[in-house]
């Protein structure tokens, strides 16, 4: 059996459907999974915050906004991710 359309869906995503995930913080991760937050907009998330509790989706960072994680800002970065996973 070919093997030539495999993946051909993520080619027409907008970068491959790779991003950071709002939930758990993970840059450059497929974004294939959709929760839905209590007010109805729903956020694309990667596959291992799929089962994500209410509590971790409603409490997501939103991504749309520059999030400083390269060079000077990384420290304040992992510390947003640090609060995220308690």
């Given amino acids: 059996m070919a093997k030539n359309n495999r993946g051909k869906s993520l080619y027409k995503q907008p970068s491959r459907s790779r991003g950071t995930c709002p939930i758990c913080l993970a840059t ?4 294939l999974e959709t929760c839905k937050k209590a007010d109805g ?16 989706i409603e409490s997501a960072v939103n991504t749309r906004l520059p999030l400083a994680f390269r060079r000077k ?3 304040a970065f992992h510390q947003l991710k ?3 996973l308690k």
Wanted: net charge positive; with cysteine.
């Fill in 73 to 75: 800002h990384r420290k």
């Fill in 28 to 31: 450059r991760t497929k974004l």
């Fill in 41 to 56: 907009t729903q956020l694309s998330v990667c596959k291992r915050c799929s089962n994500a509790s209410a509590e971790r």
């Fill in 82 to 84: 640090a609060q995220q």
